[in-house]
């Protein structure tokens, strides 16, 4: 027993430094801190600055580079984002940007916080793979991901590359398959673009639809997102199950505001042109986001103008996904 609180309290020690620790404020945007696990940041990784004194998160980073000759390891951080009006202090703990630190850190919403790249975190964390109401397509799910919803599935082949079918045509008698392609990811823009083409069982009915998403952040709780989904030979008025929803009827350009609560739910707003019927509409909605399951409810129109309730006028929308 005599050699047991020696060690529990050299495990203490260890745990109560992260991963590392601040050294200096350089500036208002660098800090310099030490590194006492290379294996958990690196450079270009991304950090979460934890307060000693209250164990919140208070600002996060990115790791500029690393002087590994050295023990600790000094490294250089360049801030993204101060959380609230949070004060940077030496001695605050450095922590890598993984699912266990930002549950229990207690990390607000920030649309410049979304993460990429890690099937191990949970989805309210990431940017949005599908946009819920809106028909528009979202960004690419990470490698082996799979988004399963009511109306559709989609599975990550690769973070950059993602497959794709439609459940409601599958319904309605057409076979299906997609793409979903990311053509650029950095911090100023991200692009996705995708194709959908469909052949009906019954006839020679085929429908092919192409388009893309344009996310240009704003600022720590703001995107805007610029959307074209392009319908050619739409579906027969046969088909029950998309029409219903809505679905592959129309082109349209939309634009669409995002903005990240506390919590990690999302606000989602924005007008919309329709092609075909040279009309401007728009939806708004509200999206509720648990680890994996997504569930949206909002309110759509393709006409502005027609001041009624119904499929001509403005009618609810909703989704139900699961994405894991």
């Keep these: 027993m005599k050699f047991l609180f020696p060690i529990l309290i050299a495990l203490y020690s260890l745990s109560s430094f992260g991963a590392g620790q601040v050294i200096s404020i350089e500036d208002s945007q660098e800090l310099i801190i030490d590194v006492y696990d290379p294996e958990e940041i690196a450079e270009d990784k991304i950090v979460v600055i934890v307060s000693r004194k209250n164990n919140k998160a208070i600002a996060y980073g990115k790791i500029v580079r690393i002087d590994f000759e050295a023990t600790p390891h000094p490294a250089l951080v360049e801030i993204i984002e101060i959380i ?17 630190v930002l549950k229990e850190s207690k990390i607000p919403g920030f649309a410049s916080l979304t993460v990429t790249g890690k099937k191990d975190i949970p989805a309210r964390f990431k940017d949005l793979a599908s946009f819920g109401v809106f028909t528009s397509e979202g960004h690419t799910l990470d490698k082996s991901e799979v988004l399963l919803s009511l109306f559709k599935i989609q599975y990550g082949l690769t973070s950059d590359v993602n497959l794709q079918i439609v459940n409601a045509l599958w319904l309605d008698g057409y076979a299906n398959a997609g793409l979903k392609v990311a053509a650029l990811r950095n911090k100023y823009a991200k692009i996705t673009v995708h194709s959908l083409g469909a052949h009906s069982f019954k006839n020679d009915d085929y429908i092919w639809q192409a388009g893309g998403v344009i996310t240009l ?5 703001f995107q805007n997102h610029f959307m074209v ?9 046969e088909a029950k199950a998309t029409k219903d929803l809505n679905l592959f009827r129309d082109s349209d350009i939309r634009n669409i505001s995002e903005y990240v609560t506390d919590n990690w739910n999302r606000i989602l707003w924005g007008p919309a042109y329709n092609v075909e019927l040279q009309t401007f509409g728009g939806t708004v909605s509200y999206m509720w986001i648990w680890d ?18 119904g499929p001509d006028g403005y009618y609810y929308v909703y989704d139900l996904f699961w994405r894991f």
């Design 84 to 100: 609230g009006n949070s004060l940077v202090m030496p001695r605050d703990l450095i922590y890598p940007l993984n699912k266990k």
């Design 217 to 221: 952040p704003q600022n720590a709780k």
């Design 229 to 237: 989904n392009l319908t050619f030979d739409k579906q027969s008025d």
């Design 292 to 309: 994996t399951f997504h569930m949206s409810l909002g309110l759509a129109t393709r006409d502005f103008t027609e001041l009624k309730m």
